[in-house]
């Protein structure tokens, strides 16, 4: 879909809102765009779960940000970083806001969806800037059905009153609008491809306009380093940064602003460019901006011969040195007697007629601190040895404890020796009952007998055995 620059946050929240039951991948070009983006929309309020995830999430958050999506019908606007890796199913929608980089990246972004014998569809929104990249998709997969479309302009919301008010009301918010409007166009200066990605094709007007549609009430100010031959993405980083500054070329956005006005600069958005343009070409490459001369036109007190020599004049780090000719001021103390105290003399004390360090004193200071240690040693050692004391002392008892406690059950499992001897003796005896004691003189009787006739039969035996 061919969308113009300040009309793509319009179309993605029209299309959000046509498709509120399905779930929705967003890709975007920088982390800054995904922030403001979900920031932005979830104030708004489409009436569907966003999220959001980048590259500076924790690998914890992430895992559990693709968990919620997987699992319910959302909205997830996201940078390069889910374009492969991730098997998500039910993918309804891939929409990718920003043109990819290349065909490769556009195949894996839309791989997102129809994962699996499941159906998925796909959209893009390309400026009229980049129309080659339709082209080159058009070359690369012929068997990928790829269908233009014209947005129908009386169907889109416009949204950019809505997103001005957010930001008044969060002004936080307008930094991070800032940062995404450079983030953006820095991504298209940095692309290797230049045929698609030309940021001179763009005017001062689209910009302005795509400024406005974030909410904007200022275009930020621009200046990227501009060079004779293209230079990739990845070459950017080998090339010195001292060749560069030499070969630069200040491209200005929305030059109504002040020309020296610093652009909202941080560190992601010092891509090799300086923030403001110097004339003097004999300046220092090693030198810190702060040691940069200012720009000699802001003062026309000063004469041309006076510019010309502080522009010649090479800067250096010198060491501050105290003027000892310079004017004092013309404040004047005076004492209790009216006579006039010299400035450095009221800094300090009067000396006497004495000495200013009194031994005496100090000797004194110590020996009452002396004193006063010698007292707390004694203090502490009796606490000390009262310490030890208690501990001796309880110690003691507890022995005596153990003690008296053994002692006491050894002598009751012995017993007393008599009670243990007479119970000896009273075991190998038998023991016989009597009913009463009437029966006494009837059982020894029948003793006798019993007696007389064992005697009569052992008799009788005895005559037996001497036959």
Request: hydrophobic letters at 35%; aromatic letters at 6%.
């Amino acid at each position: 879909m061919i969308v113009p620059l300040e009309q793509k946050l319009n179309m993605l929240w029209s299309f959000i809102k046509r498709h509120l039951k399905s779930k929705i991948l967003v890709f975007l070009s920088s982390v800054k765009q995904v922030k403001f983006v979900y920031e932005i929309f979830k104030k708004l309020r489409p009436g569907i779960p966003l999220k959001c995830m980048h590259g500076r999430m924790k690998y914890e958050v992430q895992q559990a940000i693709v968990a919620e999506f997987s699992e319910s019908t959302s909205v997830l606007f996201s940078t390069d970083i889910f374009s492969r890796g991730l098997d998500i199913g039910n993918v309804d929608w891939v929409v990718q806001v920003d043109c990819p980089e290349s065909v490769a990246l556009y195949i894996h972004r839309v791989g997102r969806t129809a994962r699996y014998n499941k159906k998925g569809k796909s959209l893009i929104f390309l400026c009229p800037e980049e129309e080659r990249m339709l082209e080159k998709l058009k070359a690369t997969e012929s068997k990928i059905p790829i269908n233009v479309r014209k947005p129908k302009v009386e169907q889109l919301e416009q949204i950019s009153q809505n997103v001005a008010a957010v930001l008044v009301k969060f002004p936080n918010l307008q930094q991070l609008g800032k940062r995404a409007f450079v983030t953006y166009l820095k991504s298209v200066y940095l692309q290797g491809d230049k045929e698609v990605f030309d940021l001179s094709r763009f005017s001062a007007e689209s910009f302005a306009a795509y400024a406005s549609s974030l909410g904007l009430p200022v275009t930020p100010k621009i200046r990227f380093v501009s060079h004779k031959k293209n230079v990739s993405k990845k070459d950017m980083k080998d090339i010195d940064v001292k060749q560069m500054k030499h070969k630069a070329e200040v491209i200005e956005i929305n030059p109504q602003v002040n020309r020296y006005m610093l652009a909202d600069d941080g560190p992601d958005d010092d891509i090799l460019y300086p923030k403001k343009p110097n004339t003097d070409a004999n300046i220092y490459d090693g030198l810190d901006d702060i040691l940069s001369p200012k720009v000699p036109g802001t003062d026309t007190h000063m004469e041309p011969e006076k510019i010309d020599e502080l522009a010649a004049r090479p800067l250096k780090k010198k060491k501050l040195k105290i003027n000892m000719h310079r004017p004092v001021g013309t404040r004047v103390k005076y004492d209790d007697e009216g006579n006039a105290i010299d400035p450095l003399a009221s800094l300090a004390e009067e000396v006497g007629p004495e000495d200013v360090i009194h031994k005496d004193k100090i000797l004194q200071r110590y020996a009452e601190m002396l004193r006063e240690m010698q007292e707390d040693d004694k203090e502490d050692k009796a606490q000390h040895k009262k310490s030890l004391h208690e501990k001796k002392f309880e110690k003691k008892m507890k022995l005596k404890r153990r003690r008296q406690e053994e002692t006491d059950a050894v002598s009751d499992d012995s017993g007393s020796e008599p009670d243990r001897n007479q119970n000896m003796s009273s075991k190998g005896k038998k023991k016989y009952f009597n009913n009463s004691d009437d029966d006494e003189g009837g059982d020894a009787a029948k003793g006798r007998d019993l007696l007389a006739q064992q005697e009569a039969l052992a008799l009788k035996l005895l005559g037996k055995m001497h036959d």
